[in-house]
């Protein structure tokens, strides 16, 4: 996980591993799992940009989202993320 423009809690770090590994328990082939939180704008209201980019081989997932708290942009990106590997899954 990476911070960008700001120091993550352990809090955060924490809820942000959790989410991720409900995601890396749909498809048992992922290799790699990438987070990267931004602050955007500062002075906006929703200004916490979560991104999380997911490998697997032959298939790649990613997701980016900006909402008002780093927890709600991360469930963004993980329910994104769950409908972009279930689909992926159907395909087979």
Known sequence: MQAINFIASDKLEAYVEKKV????????????????????????VANKEAS????????E??????????EQAIDECVEALERQILKQKNKK
């Open 21 to 44: 590994s409900k995601v890396e328990k749909l498809f048992d082939q992922l290799s790699m799992a990438e987070v990267f939180l931004k602050v955007v704008k500062p002075e906006s």
């Open 52 to 59: 999380i980019k997911m490998a697997a081989p032959n298939v």
């Open 61 to 70: 997932f990613f997701a980016s989202k900006t909402a008002n708290s780093f």
